[in-house]
Structures are given as C-alpha cells and as structure tokens.
C-alpha cells in the first residue's frame, strides 16, 4: 500500500485486457503492474508485497493456481482474485481453497471488477489490521512474561521474605525467604493463607486488607517464630492501592532478626551487670560517709580515718572498673586507633615485669623469665599486648603465694608464638574456670576475699587475644598455680 493507494498486479497473458485493466485501474487511482506470463507473475508477485492480485486461470506457460500458490508462500496477505473465461463451480472452490479471495469471470465490466476491487481491498486492509494487532499482542504478551520472570527472579533473589496477600486474604505471591522466616513448607497461591500465618501476622494483615478506604500506613511486628528466641522475625506490612483508592491487598516484607535480638539481650543483661557492679561500692561509701555525717554516732577520728580510708580504696576500684569498662566498649565499638607494627614481645614481657616491679617485690615473688635469644616477631598494637600481659602477670602477682613464683615462657608453636604465665599461688578448680573470661566474673572463696578486682580484666585479655586471631587456655590447679597460656600468630 502506498500512501492509501493499493498496489494491484494484473498476470493475464492477453495483451488488450491486461493494459486495458491497467488504463482503467489507474485512472481509478490505482498503481498497477503488469505480468504477460505466469513467470513474469511469480517473479513480480513474489518480490513486492502487492495488495491485490488479478490471476488470470489458464495461461500458456503457468496455470494461475501455481502463481497464486507461488504469490501466497511469499506474501500471505496478497488478496488475490482469480479471473476466468471458464469459471465454474469446482475451480472457484479450488482457487479458494489455495488462498483465493474471490474469483471473477470473464469477460468483466469495468463496474464488476471495480466493485470487486473495492471488497478486495477493503479486506485486505481489514487483514493487515488484525495481522498488526495480533502482533501488538503478541509483543505485549512476550514483553509481559518476560517482565514477569525478571520480577519473580528479582523477588526469588530477595534475602527478605517478601509476601503478597489480596483483599480476601489470598496468597497472591511469596518467596522462598518468607516460608523460610515463617517456618512453612508452603503456601498454596491463590488460596486463603491467613489461617496458615502466625496469629500476629494474620491479625496485622486482616487490619490493612479490612479497610475500607486506603492509607498509607504500614505495622511493624516482632514474632518469635520458634521458641526461645531460635528465630525471630520482624514483618512489615503495608496496603498495596487499588486504583479506585481502596485496597488492593497487603505486601509483607519479613527479615530475620534473631541476631540482632540475641544482641539485645546480651546487652540488656550487660547494661544491668554494670550498673549492679557499680551500685556495690557506691552503696558502701555512701555507707561510710553516712556513718562520718552522723553526729549522733560518735565515732572517734581513728574510725573516721578508717572509714574514709575504705572509702577511698572503693572509689579507687570503682575507678579502675570504670576504665576497664571504657576499655572494653572502646575494643568492642572499634573505636580506639590501633597502631599495628611488628612487635618484640621479650622486649613487652621485660618492661612489663619492671612495671610491676613494685608488687613483685612486696610479695618477695621471684619471677624467672629466661627468653630465648631470637624469638619471631608478631604484629599487632603495643599498647593492646602490653594490657594483656599486664592484667596476666599482675592476676600471677595478686593470686601467687607470698614468696611464690611466676615463670614466664615463651615458645613458637606451628604459626604461633606462644607465651605462657605460670604462678605458683591459689589456683582454681575446673568448675571455678568455666567462667574465667566473662565479664565481672570474680572466683568467690576463702583464697580470693580480699584480694581486690574488677573481674574485667581476663575478658579484656581474652577481647586482644581474639582482635588477632590468637586463642588464650589456662591449666590450673587448686593450691598449686595457674598457667596462663596465650597463643598470637606470628608475623610473616
Ligand atoms: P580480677 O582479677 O579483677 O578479679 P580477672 O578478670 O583478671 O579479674 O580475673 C577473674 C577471676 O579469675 C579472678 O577474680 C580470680 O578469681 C581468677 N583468676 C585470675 N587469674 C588468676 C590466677 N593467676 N590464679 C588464680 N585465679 C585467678
């Protein structure tokens, strides 16, 4: 077709109708060409997408039927109008069948072919009309599907679990996440589902999907999934709009949470830890200036001196928690710089001991720390390896036996330098070490009261040894002393 005018090919071997058509073809408006043989036809037909073709049936060289058949295999949508001086019943049923749009017997009035013409176009157009629109279809439908998958894989590959329940409460989409945070081995789609949620989730979905008018509103909701906190989940849910402004259904979207809740936990029992290790000594000096305060006691300036004397110890150990604490919230938060270069730990244990000097000598303890002359080196933050050895040989000094002994070792073992802090003092049995690294946690008996602490000290060694990837033990028993083994890998 071009610009409204049909393209017409007329293949009719006799010379005065095929160019007399032609005359009164084109003067109708029509653009037309002509074929002298079927040959001439089936090349023309079949290399231009004609709207009408006038096939004459007998030829001498081609039977019209094969040109047709010829114009059909490369242009279906060519309307085609058999003409024949001997048209009759059988061969227009024949025509038809191959493709034929009609046939026209000869001789033809001008008028018979025109109002023929104009029906065959008119179906031709109608045909090329349905052919776009079939095709309009198909596109959409292919782009559809493939916009379908592309949503299901990028929902599928979600790490939350995404949930899409209609109006009446019917799964209208899930993914493998969300039977995973909800614990089920399926969720029938297109089927009521809220009987099959958890209770919580059901009540907050029937609360969107039972409104009447759309709001943005979305509920939050924590459900423990399997008891003691194993999985907890948090679900949102929010309306999905309808385009009349009500609700469309609810979308839920599910992460697991049970991390994040251990955590919390954690802390919380933390957090009361702390503050019921700091309410001890400041309850006691509170105690002891009340005592001071009180007139009515009177109490003699020894007694005075006394109580101000375990006043000050107190604070001083209130004091000393506190920097352990600080200590530790800085490992944990990462907070503190730390500066990593390649350390001499003989060099660390040496100044640490003369650090500590003042108490080993006032216990007359004799420490014995023969290093060898080379030792591998190890990377990691003096500052940090100086804390660990200071709180291990002054736990050696403070739980050891006066006159006892502290021997300090050193050793490579496979990637590991190995440090180990052996005292001669009270020791502690299996059951008093099984808690040895946790926070506040203070051996209560006989041997140990009096001995003044924090029982932050070993979690802290135990938080630097773990920023390298080292590992601590500890062998010890009852009245014999403690060995302090510490494992930090050696810097290649
Ligand atoms: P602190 O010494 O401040 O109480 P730590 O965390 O350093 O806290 O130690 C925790 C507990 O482990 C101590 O209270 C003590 O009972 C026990 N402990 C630590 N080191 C030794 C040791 N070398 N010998 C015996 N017991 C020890």
């Known amino acids: 077709m071009n610009n409204g005018k049909a393209k017409i090919l007329i293949v009719d ?3 005065g109708l095929r160019l007399g ?4 073809l084109e003067s109708e408006g029509y653009e037309v060409d002509t074929a002298e043989n079927g040959e001439e036809g089936i090349r023309l037909g079949k290399s231009n997408d004609y709207d009408i073709a006038i096939i004459d049936l007998k030829m001498p060289d081609k039977d019209g039927i094969e040109v047709l058949q010829n114009i059909k295999t490369a242009f279906p949508n060519t309307v085609c109008i058999i003409a024949t001086a001997y048209a009759s019943y059988e061969t227009a049923i024949q025509a038809t069948k191959l493709g034929a749009y009609s046939y026209i017997p000869k001789p033809f009035t001008p008028d018979e072919l025109l109002s023929q013409l104009k029906r065959a176009f ?4 109608l045909t090329l009309e349905s052919e776009r629109l079939k095709k309009e279809r198909e596109e959409r439908l292919l782009e559809l599907a493939y916009e379908k998958t592309r949503l299901n894989t990028v929902i599928n590959s979600i790490v939350d679990g995404v949930l899409i329940v209609n109006k009446n409460g019917e799964t209208a989409l899930f993914n493998p996440a969300a039977l995973k945070y909800l614990n089920l081995n399926d969720l029938p789609l297109e089927k009521y589902c809220l009987d099959i949620l958890p209770s919580e989730l059901a009540e907050t979905i029937k609360k969107i999907i039972e409104k009447e ?3 943005q509103t979305a509920y939050s909701t924590q459900i423990e999934i399997k008891p003691n906190k194993e999985l907890v989940i948090e679900a949102v849910c929010s309306p999905i709009p309808h385009p009349n402004s009500q609700i469309a259904g609810a979308a839920v979207v599910i992460s697991d949470i049970t991390e994040h809740k251990k955590i919390e936990a954690i802390k919380n029992q933390f ?16 105690g002891y200036i009340k005592i001071i305060l009180d007139k009515s006691l009177n109490i003699t300036p020894e007694q005075a001196e006394s109580y101000l004397q375990r006043s000050y110890s107190r604070l001083q150990g209130l004091l000393e ?8 919230s800085r490992m944990e938060l990462k907070t503190k710089q730390l500066e990593i270069k390649e350390l001499d730990l003989v060099e660390i244990i040496k100044s640490t001991i003369e650090f500590l000097e003042f108490e080993i000598e006032k216990k007359k303890i004799k420490t014995i720390f023969n290093p060898p002359a080379e030792f591998p080196k190890i990377k990691a933050d003096q500052s940090q390896i100086s804390r660990l050895f ?5 736990n050696a000094i403070k739980y050891n036996k006066e006159e006892g002994e502290i021997r300090i070792r050193l050793r490579v073992d496979g990637k590991y330098a190995v440090v180990e802090v052996e005292d001669t003092g009270i ?12 926070e506040f946690y203070r051996i209560k008996n006989e041997k140990t009261r009096g001995i003044p602490g924090t029982g932050l000290g070993l979690s802290i060694v135990k938080r630097i040894v773990e920023t390298y990837s080292g590992k601590i033990e500890v062998v010890s028993e009852p009245n014999k002393g403690s060995n302090f083994i510490v494992y930090l890998p050696i810097s290649r």
């Open 21 to 24: 058509t032609k005359r009164l």
């Open 390 to 394: 200071t709180n291990l040989i002054s």
């Open 427 to 438: 020791g502690m049995s299996e059951k008093e070490k099984a808690n040895l690294f946790s």
């Open 321 to 328: 928690m506190v920097n352990d604490l600080l200590d530790i």
């Open 213 to 215: 008018k759309y709001e």
């Open 13 to 15: 071997d006799e010379r």
């Open 271 to 286: 957090v009361s830890m702390v503050a019921h290790e700091l309410k001890t000594p400041i309850a006691a000096v509170l």
């Open 122 to 125: 008119e179906h031709r157009i």
